[in-house]
C-alpha cells in the first residue's frame, strides 16, 4: 500500500490525515511515480479549505521522483520514458504521497542540475512566474518592480527576468536582501517609505509584479506604473475591479493553459544551470502538517519538501 495526505474538512491542517491508499497500476497514457520528493506551495494550504471544496482533498501539486510502472505505447511529456528514469510532475492531484499514478503528459525528465527536494519545488513557482514576467511586456533594459522578491515566486521571476535583460527591483525584508541580490535583483525593504526606496533605486518602472499581496504592495505600485493593465498581481483579485489591475492565478484557464505550455521551457532553464531554487528545509512524508506551519509563515526562506 501507498500512504497520501488528504485534507478531510475546511478546517485547516488539524483535518489533513495521511491515509493508506491503493495506487492503481497505469494504463495507456499513464505513469506510476515513486516520489522522492513532494514540492509544498501555499496554494496547497489555501485549497485545500476553500469554499465548496469536496472532501477529502487530495494535497500536493506537483513532484520529483522515479518512474515505477509506464503504461503500454506511453511516453512522458518529454518523450520516450523508462522504469527507474528520474522525473518531475506538474499539475498532480495528491503529491503528497509515497507513490501516485497521473497521466503521462504531465511528466517530464527531472534537470539534472537539481536535487529532487528542488525539483519537486521547480514548475509551480516556476510556471507562475514564466506568466508573471510574460505579462510585465517588459524587455531589455526596462525596470519593473517586484514585491515579495525574496519568496519562492518572486526569486524564480528574478532569474527568469535576468534571462532576458530586464532589470528588477525587489522587495525583501533585510535578512533576505542577499538571496535578492544572489538572483541579480536590486533589494529594498518593505513597509513604511517603500515608495521612496522604489523610486531612489531607479525607474521609470515599466511594471509591477505582486507575489505578496499588502496593500502597500498594490498602493506603490498604482503610484509608480502608469499602465494598470501592467500591474500584475497573483494575490490580490479583489483589487482588480476597483483599480483596474490584473489578477492571474493556476485556476483561471487562461493561466492554467499558458503554465502547462511554459513546463519544458522551465525545466530546460534549470537544466542549463540558468533557474535554481532554494530549498529552506525539508520533512518526512508523515510531518506534512509542521511543514505546512512552516509554510505559511510566509517566511519559510526558500522552499520546503516532504520526503516519503
Ligand atoms: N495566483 C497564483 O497563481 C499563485 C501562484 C503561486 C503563489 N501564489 C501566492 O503568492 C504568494 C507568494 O507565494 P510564494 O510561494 O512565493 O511564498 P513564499 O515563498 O512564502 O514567499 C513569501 C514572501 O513574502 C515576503 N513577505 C512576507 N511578509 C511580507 C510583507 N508584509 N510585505 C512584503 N513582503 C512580505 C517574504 O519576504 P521575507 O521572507 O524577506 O520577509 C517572502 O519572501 C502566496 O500568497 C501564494 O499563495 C499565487
Not at 542577499?178 to 521609470?204: E, F, K, N, S
Amino acid at each position: 500500500m501507498a500512504q497520501a495526505w488528504f485534507a478531510t474538512g475546511p478546517e485547516g491542517l488539524e483535518t489533513w490525515e495521511l491515509r493508506e491508499v491503493d495506487v492503481p497500476a497505469p494504463q495507456a497514457g499513464e505513469v506510476t511515480i515513486r516520489v522522492h520528493a513532494a514540492g509544498m506551495n501555499p496554494a496547497d494550504v489555501k485549497h485545500s479549505a476553500r469554499p465548496g471544496a469536496t472532501f477529502p482533498v487530495p494535497l500536493g501539486y506537483e513532484v520529483s521522483g522515479e518512474i515505477a510502472a509506464i503504461g503500454p505505447d506511453t511516453s512522458i511529456g518529454s518523450g520516450s520514458g523508462s522504469i527507474g528514469d528520474e522525473v518531475v510532475a506538474f499539475r498532480v492531484t495528491g503529491g503528497y504521497a509515497t507513490e501516485l499514478t497521473l497521466p503521462a503528459e504531465k511528466v517530464f525528465a527531472k534537470p539534472r542540475t537539481l536535487t529532487h527536494p528542488a525539483a519537486a519545488n521547480l514548475l509551480l513557482a516556476g510556471a507562475t512566474a514564466a506568466e508573471l514576467v510574460e505579462l510585465t511586456g517588459a524587455g531589455e533594459g526596462d525596470t519593473i518592480l517586484l514585491h515579495g522578491a525574496s519568496g519562492a515566486v518572486g526569486v524564480s521571476v528574478l532569474q527568469q527576468a535576468a534571462v532576458r535583460g530586464i532589470r528588477v527591483v525587489g522587495t525583501a525584508s533585510d535578512a533576505r536582501a542577499d538571496t535578492v541580490r544572489r538572483y541579480g535583483g536590486i533589494p529594498i525593504a518593505y513597509g513604511p517609505g517603500l515608495a521612496d526606496r522604489a523610486v531612489d533605486a531607479g525607474g521609470p518602472y515599466a511594471a509591477a509584479v505582486d507575489a505578496i499581496g499588502t496593500d502597500e504592495a498594490i498602493d506603490v505600485s498604482l503610484a509608480l506604473v502608469a499602465d494598470r493593465s501592467r500591474i500584475l498581481t497573483i494575490v490580490r483579485p479583489d483589487r482588480v475591479a476597483s483599480d483596474g489591475i490584473v489578477a492571474i492565478g493556476g485556476m483561471k484557464r487562461a493561466s492554467a493553459v499558458f503554465r502547462d505550455a511554459a513546463r519544458p521551457a522551465i525545466i530546460d532553464l534549470a537544466e542549463r544551470g540558468l533557474l535554481e531554487v532554494p530549498v529552506a528545509r525539508t520533512y518526512p512524508l508523515e510531518q506534512a502538517r509542521e511543514a505546512a506551519e512552516l509554510l505559511m509563515t510566509g517566511h519559510a526562506g526558500g522552499k520546503i519538501a516532504l520526503i516519503p
